[in-house]
């Protein structure tokens, strides 16, 4: 499986944006970059994917770099509640069996939000 | 209802001990995975199967068995529990290609 390498803890605070990068350099053309985020005491929740081109959704913005082998998570405004580990991980979405089917994360980002 | 269900959601067991952990999903999805999270250590695959015919290991399988009993439900064994097993235990399932996994809320269990 590719891999991907994120920081272990960033800093924000409330309502300014945070953007949270991902180093994925092994990437293959196939892989389609998702985001999960785990808030405290609960299991992780779907953030966001993309392959090629940004993405825009309710929860946040991807930005993927050119040569895709880096990518960054935008949270517009973060607010207390978005205080969790987000994870970037790599996902083979073509069909194909083993590899990335089986969805595997890394130690993600632990983001601190301050009131 | 939540869309994966875990039970139970805490549990204490003895060194020895067999346990069952239990999963079950609604959305209808054909893969359906367990993870154990350790302090630090993020989330690391157990097993993970594609159909009620297709069960596969993950990163660390040694010590667990799981069981397709249906599409819906996948349970995850313990024939001897051991202290290092003590983890936060969670199940997730997705459909194919290009969609979203969805966790249930956790199985906390500690083994004494």
């Known amino acids: 499986d590719a891999k991907t390498t994120q920081p272990n803890s960033m800093e924000s605070n409330e309502e300014e944006p945070v953007h949270l990068p991902c180093n994925h350099s092994?990437?293959?053309?196939?892989?389609?970059i998702h985001w999960y985020r785990q808030l405290p005491s609960q299991g992780p929740e779907y953030v966001i994917h993309g392959l090629t081109s940004n993405v825009n959704n309710r929860m946040a913005s991807l930005a993927i770099a050119e040569d895709r082998k880096s990518s960054t998570l935008i949270l517009h405004r973060a607010t207390l509640r978005d205080a969790a580990v987000y994870y970037c991980?790599?996902?083979?979405?073509?069909?194909?069996?083993?590899?990335?089917?089986?969805?595997?994360f890394g130690k993600g980002t632990k983001l601190t939000v301050n009131p | 209802d939540a869309d994966v269900t875990q039970t139970p959601r805490n549990r204490i067991t003895k060194t020895g001990k067999r346990i069952m952990l239990e999963c079950s999903q609604t959305k209808g999805h054909d893969r359906m995975y367990w993870y154990r999270q350790d302090p630090g250590l993020g989330l690391r695959l157990i097993y993970y199967?594609?159909?009620?015919?297709?069960?596969n290991k993950g990163e660390i399988s040694d010590g667990y068995s799981v069981s397709r009993q249906a599409q819906a439900k996948f349970s995850l064994s313990l024939e001897s529990a051991i202290p290092n097993q003590t983890a936060l235990y969670f199940c997730?399932?997705?459909?194919?290609?290009?969609?979203?996994?969805?966790f249930g809320q956790g199985t906390r269990l500690t083994v004494v």
């Open positions: 199967s594609f159909d009620v015919k297709d069960i």
């Open positions: 092994t990437i293959s053309g196939t892989d389609y």
């Open positions: 991980i790599l996902r083979d979405d073509l069909g194909t069996q083993g590899g990335s089917e089986k969805l595997v």
């Open positions: 997730a399932t997705r459909g194919p290609m290009n969609t979203e996994a969805f």
